[in-house]
Nanobody, 123 residues
Framework: QVQLAESGGGLVQAGGSLRLSCAAS????????MGWFRQAPGKEREFVAS????????LYVDSAKGRFTISRDNAKNEVYLQMNSLKLEDTAVYYC????????????????WGQGTQVTVSS
């Protein structure tokens, strides 16, 4: 079982940047596809970005394309989400998830979510 811990959130003005980190423990994630999801108040959790096991493929929600970049460091057992040009609508709790299939499709069925990291974008 992989345990995931998100960090790096905070309060930032619109147009600013944040870099989120997801640290994995319990086992290596080097063969896992990894994804970022977010949940805004009153809304369902939604997919943001994902990356394949070797970083060769990435996938983004349309609203994140051109602004967010997902990356990973398998040696450190970590995944990152660089968020630039942040907008008010990016405000949410951000979570990471792991999928043993290794691709960019990240199943969250039965997922045991961590605490996430809060991102708040102000005007």
């Amino acid at each position: 079982q992989v345990q995931l811990a998100e960090s790096g959130g905070g309060l930032v003005q619109a147009g600013g940047s944040l870099r989120l980190s997801c640290a994995a423990s319990g086992r290596t994630i080097s063969t896992y596809g990894m994804g970022w999801f977010r949940q805004a108040p009153g809304k369902e959790r939604e997919f943001v970005a994902s990356i394949s096991w070797n970083g060769g493929s990435t996938l983004y929600v349309d609203s994140a394309k051109g602004r967010f970049t997902i990356s990973r460091d398998n040696a450190k057992n970590e995944v990152y989400l660089q968020m630039n040009s942040l907008k008010l609508e990016d405000t949410a709790v951000y979570y990471c998830a792991a999928d043993p299939r290794g691709g960019v499709a990240i199943s969250t069925r039965g997922n045991d979510w961590g605490q996430g990291t809060q991102v708040t974008v102000s005007s």
